[in-house]
């Protein structure tokens, strides 16, 4: 057989008519600076044809069957682009999108500032970064509020040194800390967990207000607190943090990070804290601080690539404390009796965590993902105050499939998924025990619609709680944008939680209540309604965020624990009655010059809880909090200076009059003030800062009721209403080692 020129060359054009047909139009969408946008949609003008960038910015797209074809590029918050092509590309596309609006000195406050008031999310949230997180002596997480007023930190009791934290007026544990959205700070570890996680871990904290979305759990009642730790694939591969203060206490971080593949590395962080101090500063023959020996350690590895991402953590903790009366007050007559029994304060945890993540985008669809999670904890904690002991065991597991795709234009998208959690508890107080199971699988869905400035998210999650029965809750958020600086939120939700009273009330355990139950006790349910406006923009010259938030949390159950019953006892029971939190506050940032920010912030509560049939303003929750803090950078970034100033009022002390006139409390405490501030030099890869928390040493004198006789029917040292110690200096040094060897990869 033979060919004619004719012939040959009408093969050879449907030949390569049909290699063009079957190429893609390939490329990357990035922002003017660099940075992948994930999830940007591109489209021909004219036609059905599109797809969506995957998590590095890279597409892949079908090309349209005439030439010229017009391609429309678009992101939320950004221009769409517009590129004419008049044939077929020869090589992939580079498409740089720039702001819709342009962002003025306004967004550069925003990227600089340790605290940044997220315009975007679809939650009132506030992003601490680790600029933030350096401005105190954050050695654990429960020290990284300092300079936050959406979290309150207060300490528990006054011989256990544990700190506590409240969020909207009600206490940490009505709020959901996740470890990047994995259930984490909860069970026995709602106790001492805020102080097993070391504050050098930790890349950011995410403070969403409010209550939480359907997909991230049921939990987050007053909002959530999302731990992002550190980026193995960012990370030097040294650091090391070493900090000591004038009370004895030292810690040190090493961070040891490795690139294991072009797209993967592993991260090992260690951790240790040693306090061997009998610090009693206000003479009262107790330890303000128990002597500590902690060390925790976690190993973090994670794969990235154009498909999705991978990773797994291991974590091991083990903390000991041991405080109560010093050694001195042993000596002293009116202890004489107990001489031969000190009042002792033991405190044992042990936990190992495991926890993992799968995401898969689909590969002819970048549009539609599915993501895999779990976790895995074993918890033995024991506690010893004085006669009495406590121990618990936690055995927990977790896990949830999450799966989303964009819907219609790709301006909105749905998500839906499974949850599946496991608790086994085993308690025991005295000469009681508890246990129980819980086997709690989940459905949720969560759609989100997006229509100019306004965009809607609405979830229900449906829970079959094994031991406390079926829960629905609905979550709604809305957000309207009133320019590119200016939003509106609004959102309204239903949330639950199981509790553990006798590890979540540990400080009660300082004390000699008598600890009574009454009736069954149930799971806590809540609606929480909420709204919030944050406004950016430039006045005098200058650069402005105000925000403020409005919630309100209306308990439907609740376990109270009643310390007004009779200085006493303690009660736990069923709320038989209202209670309620509201929250009102405004933030204020400016930054006054190029080198100096100012944060003002004010805080109003009115929570109040029926006790006895008695609706009683909740204790040790001051109606006002206020806080100032100024933050100082010089040019070249060699010195830094930072400055808070924390008000607080005036809060209730629960009932103690029917004790003898010496060990009583007055109604109220005091309105008082801290002052705390820290100084760094940064010198090439070491940093070296020196700080000060509590400045004006201000002091709750008064801390323990009856301290000279700890085994009669009068000592009680859970009463704290503020500071237990005074004036404290520390000092440390940072190193880091940077990837100076590194070479920069490029996605083809």
């Known amino acids: 057989m033979s060919f004619n020129i004719r012939e040959y060359l009408l093969l050879l054009g449907l030949a390569l008519g049909s290699a063009t047909m079957a190429q893609k139009v390939t490329g990357k969408v990035s922002t003017a600076q660099g940075e992948a946008l994930p999830g940007a949609n591109l489209h021909w003008l004219g036609t059905t044809i599109g797809t969506a ?90 020290e990284s509020f300092e300079t936050n007023a959406t979290v309150d930190v207060n300490y528990s009791d006054a011989i256990s040194g544990t700190k506590t934290i409240r969020m909207l007026g009600l206490d940490g544990k009505y709020a959901q800390i996740s470890l990047e959205n994995l259930p984490f700070i909860r069970g026995l570890s709602t106790a001492y967990g805020l102080t097993l996680v070391p504050g050098t871990w930790i890349k950011d904290i995410n403070l969403s207000k409010g209550i939480g979305t359907a997909v991230n759990g049921p939990n987050a009642m007053t909002g959530q607190i999302d731990l992002c730790l550190l980026d193995p694939l960012s990370e030097p591969p040294l650091f090391v943090n070493l900090y000591g203060n004038s009370q004895g206490r030292t810690e040190a971080n090493v961070h040891l990070a490795q690139k294991t593949g072009q797209n993967s590395g592993n991260l090992l962080l260690l951790h240790g804290n040693l306090f061997q101090q009998d610090m009693d500063q206000n003479n009262d023959g107790f330890m303000d601080s128990p002597r500590t020996r902690r060390f925790n350690v976690m190993d973090r590895w994670m794969r990235r690539t154009d498909r999705g991402m991978s990773q797994l953590g291991v974590r091991y903790v083990t903390d000991d404390r041991r405080g109560g009366q010093t050694a001195m007050s042993m000596n002293r007559p009116e202890h004489a009796i107990h001489a031969g029994e000190p009042y002792v304060v033991d405190i044992s945890n042990e936990l190992v965590d495991v926890f993992g993540k799968q995401g898969v985008i689909f590969k002819k669809d970048p549009s539609k993902s599915v993501g895999f999670m779990f976790a895995a904890r074993h918890h033995d904690a024991a506690s010893r105050f004085g006669r009495r002991r406590y121990t618990g065991r936690q055995d927990s597991f977790y896990g949830s499939a999450v799966y989303q795709m964009l819907v219609g234009k790709g301006s909105d998208q749905l998500k839906a998924g499974a949850s599946f959690q496991f608790d086994r508890f085993e308690e025991a107080f005295m000469d009681s025990g508890f246990a129980r199971i819980e086997r709690m699988p989940g459905l949720f869905g969560e759609y989100t619609l997006s229509r100019g400035p306004l965009t809607m998210v609405g979830g229900i999650r449906a829970d079959a709680n094994s031991y406390y029965g079926k829960v629905v809750s609905p979550r709604l958020h809305v957000k309207y944008d009133l320019g590119p600086l200016t939003n509106l939120r609004l959102s309204v939700g239903r949330g639950f939680r199981s509790a553990n009273p006798f590890v979540e009330n540990a400080a009660v355990l300082a004390s000699s209540r008598q600890v009574i139950v009454q009736g069954p006790l149930g799971m806590e349910r809540s609606w929480n309604v909420g709204a919030s406006a944050l406004h950016k923009f430039k006045w005098l010259e200058r650069k402005w965020a105000i925000g403020v938030d409005v919630y309100r949390t209306e308990f439907q159950d609740q376990i109270i624990t009643d310390l007004d019953r009779s200085p006493r006892t303690v009660a736990f029971y069923m709320l038989d009655g209202r209670s309620y939190a509201t929250s009102v506050l405004t933030d204020v940032q400016v930054e006054l010059t190029r080198d100096i920010d100012l944060k003002l912030s004010h805080r109003w509560y009115d929570v109040r809880t ?63 003030s801290t002052l705390s501030g820290q100084l760094t030099r940064i010198l090439g890869d070491w940093e070296v800062y020196l700080g000060v928390e509590n400045a004006t040493s201000t002091l709750q004198r008064q801390q323990i009721i009856a301290p000279e006789d700890p085994f009669g029917p009068y000592f009680d040292a859970s009463l704290i209403w503020g500071p237990t110690n005074k004036a404290m200096v520390y000092g440390g040094l940072r190193f880091h080692l940077d990837r100076r060897s590194d070479k920069p990869t490029h996605t083809p």
């Open 53 to 142: 960038t995957d998590v590095t910015g890279v597409f892949e797209l079908d090309p349209p069957a005439t030439w010229p074809a017009s391609l429309i590029t678009s992101f939320v918050g950004y221009k769409a682009d517009t590129l004419r092509l008049s044939s077929m590309p020869l090589a992939p596309l580079r498409i740089m999108m720039s702001w819709a609006v342009e962002m003025g000195p306004v967004e550069i406050v925003d990227r600089v500032a340790g605290t940044r008031l997220d315009s975007r999310s679809i939650n009132a949230t506030e992003i601490i970064g680790q600029k933030e997180l350096k401005r105190a002596a954050c050695c654990d997480l429960s």
């Open 610 to 672: 029926t006790y006895d049939g008695v609706l009683r303003e909740r204790p040790f929750t001051p109606s006002h909090r206020g806080m100032a803090s100024l933050a100082f950078t010089d040019p070249n970034d060699q010195w830094r200076m930072d400055l808070t100033w924390s008000i607080f009022g005036q809060g209730r002390i629960p009932y103690t009059l029917a004790n003898p006139e010496a060990y009583r409390l007055p109604l109220r405490s005091p309105a008082y």
